[in-house]
């Protein structure tokens, strides 16, 4: 009995001892998947297993990961003519894991909370708890550091897209190749308009706030489908190195107060884009084919953009096919500042676009600049003769011609592509 409770006695106070032993030696750092440094720590990790290790110099000088674990994240693209593409992405699954990073071990451990789930968005609540001796604890700044700095060099150059989860704002797929702003030819002036008025308006915070301006931007491009205002607002983007946040006013679970939340927590250095805006509020009642009614009304629609809830330092973009669908409340002044018609092919927006692919390239093929001048114009007088007709081409269809025919051929079928519209005001 004496034995039994003194080996009892000896166990606790071993646990005693290694818990105050562990209190003072070891310093534990947690990151929930609220946090961004969640995805980054993630993707550093899964970036430091990838690359293979040599010898024992990379466990000094370059960090170390062991993982057997490993969970799979992916990300499906849906495009609009029914294709998909999907990316995989490997990543420290839930249990323990060991890392070296300039010479101190640290434990992973990455834990999910399965029985319950975050409120808005339904993902279940994670956490990564980072562990190592108390010494070694002003290494976690760095390696968040580094993780973040990696996140940012996989983006830098590229456009990210963000989509709506809940009330949050993800990235979503790939960061995406910046398109430069001159390969989408518009009508002359138009994009320096806007690109001036965006430019000035961020030049301009201080003067908003000295005469109690909200501080916000709205923009209205409209014009028939496939004159270039999606192809354009992404360039902008692009030259300005924001971001571009899609709203989808249609979403199911989309409700006026999470319209509210989303507005007011935009990322920074992002362009809020809502397509079809016609599509959403033709009537004051937005309605699905399949009977689906909105949750987002018209009225919290515009209280989302300029009422008392609605935040500042945002730049809104909206695009529409037909303006005239729209109702006069939503594109006022103060929710609309800009608006820009977007049309289709005008005579010299058919020749830039010309010479921009056959310039260099049919070159090769025994086209010389006289030619290519030559035919360029020809292209031009056939639009202006059509416009007179009534039949207008779109951007997007001369593109598609460019990329099938060399000169000649595109020239000679180009004629086929025009159609009988109502010519808008250029």
């Given at each position: 009995m004496a034995l039994g409770v003194g080996l009892t006695a000896l166990r606790q106070g071993a646990v005693l001892g290694t818990t105050a032993l562990r209190r003072r030696l070891l310093v534990s750092l947690e990151i929930n998947n609220k946090d961004k440094s969640y995805e980054w720590f993630l993707a550093w990790m899964a970036h430091q297993a990838g690359e293979p290790s040599k010898g024992n110099v990379a466990l000094r000088s370059a960090p170390w990961v062991r993982s057997h674990q490993l969970s799979v994240e992916t990300t499906v693209e849906q495009r609009k003519n029914g294709s998909s593409s999907a990316a995989f992405k490997l990543?420290?699954?839930?249990?323990?894991?060991?890392?070296?990073?300039?010479?101190?071990?640290?434990?992973?451990?990455?834990?999910?909370e399965t029985r319950s789930m975050q409120l808005m968005s339904g993902v279940p609540w994670e956490t990564v708890t980072l562990t190592t001796l108390s010494r070694d604890q002003n290494l976690f700044p760095q390696l968040l550091s580094e993780a973040r700095e990696l996140a940012?060099?996989?983006?830098?150059?590229?456009?990210?897209?963000?989509?709506?989860?809940?009330?949050?704002?993800?990235?979503?797929?790939?960061?995406?190749?910046?398109?430069?702003?001159?390969?989408?030819?518009?009508?002359?002036?138009?994009?320096?308009?806007?690109?001036?008025?965006?430019?000035?308006?961020?030049?301009?915070?201080?003067?908003?706030?000295?005469?109690?301006?909200?501080?916000r931007r709205g923009y209205l491009l409209h014009g028939p489908?496939?004159?270039?205002?999606?192809?354009?607002i992404q360039a902008l983007a692009g030259s300005l190195s924001y971001d571009i946040c899609l709203l989808n006013l249609s979403e199911r679970g989309l409700a006026d107060d999470k319209l509210f939340h989303l507005l007011s927590n935009v990322p920074e250095r992002s362009f809020v884009l809502v397509e079809d805006v016609d599509a959403a509020f033709n009537k004051r009642v937005q309605t699905s084919e399949d009977g689906y009614q909105s949750s987002v009304t018209f009225s919290g629609f515009l209280n989302a953009l300029d009422g008392v809830a609605s935040g500042e330092e945002r730049i809104i973009f909206m695009t529409t096919n037909h303006v005239e669908k729209l109702d006069p409340a939503l594109i006022r002044p103060?929710?609309?500042?800009?608006?820009?018609?977007?049309?289709?092919?005008?005579?010299?927006?058919?020749?830039?676009?010309?010479?921009?692919?056959?310039?260099?390239?049919?070159?090769?093929?025994?086209i010389s600049n006289k030619e290519v001048e030559k035919i360029s114009e020809q292209l031009e007088n056939i639009v202006h003769d059509e416009m007179q007709n009534g039949r207008r081409i779109s951007m997007a269809a001369l593109q598609g011609l460019f990329i099938r025919n060399n000169a000649q051929e595109a020239i000679a079928t180009c004629r086929d592509l025009f159609t009988t519209r109502t010519i808008a005001p250029l």
């Open positions: 990543v420290a699954g839930p249990g323990n894991h060991y890392i070296n990073y300039k010479g101190a071990w640290m434990q992973v451990k990455r834990e999910r940012m060099r996989g983006q830098e150059g590229k456009l990210v897209i963000h989509t709506a989860w809940g009330i949050e704002w993800r990235p979503f797929g790939q960061p995406r190749q910046k398109r430069p702003i001159q390969s989408v030819v518009l009508e002359p002036g138009v994009a320096q308009r806007i690109e001036s008025d965006i430019k000035t308006f961020l030049e301009r915070r201080q003067w908003y706030a000295d005469r109690g301006i909200p501080y489908p496939g004159s270039g205002k999606t192809s354009f103060g929710r609309v500042d800009i608006s820009e018609l977007i049309n289709d092919a005008s005579p010299k927006q058919a020749r830039i676009l010309f010479e921009r692919f056959y310039g260099e390239g049919e070159r090769v093929a025994g």
